[in-house]
């Protein structure tokens, strides 16, 4: 069988055989396997034709938006708490001014 250019590899395929996943799980990979091969060629032909790699970039951003970090979780947790806006309030308590600057102070990680 001729393999279509956005199909996983066979390598892949085979390590997903050996694995416990249903065929909805299968599915759902490769669906998404195909949907990020299918955006990195436009983001490559965005860059290469169009020496456009900012676009790419944005567009890359739009299409698979990061999920948000533990920090981020909590930093919104302490926010819905605290019944406060995002940025430094004066109406914070103390205790919730401390909790957001060590919540800050965490380094973000990729």
Not at 88 to 102: G, L, N, P, Y
């Amino acid at each position: 069988m001729t393999q279509h250019p956005i199909s996983p590899p066979p390598e892949l395929v085979e390590k997903w055989n050996n694995l416990p996943l249903s065929t909805q799980e299968i599915i759902a990979i490769a669906w998404r396997n195909g949907a990020d091969t299918e955006l990195e060629a436009c983001c490559e032909w965005f860059a290469r034709d169009w020496t456009d790699v900012e676009t790419a970039d944005k567009l890359r951003a739009a299409r698979r938006p990061k999920q948000p970090s533990l920090k981020d979780d909590a930093m919104e947790a302490l926010l819905r708490l605290a019944g406060c806006s995002n940025t430094f309030a004066s109406e914070d308590t103390a205790d919730v001014a401390i909790i957001r600057r060590a919540l800050k102070s965490i380094p973000d990680h990729d």
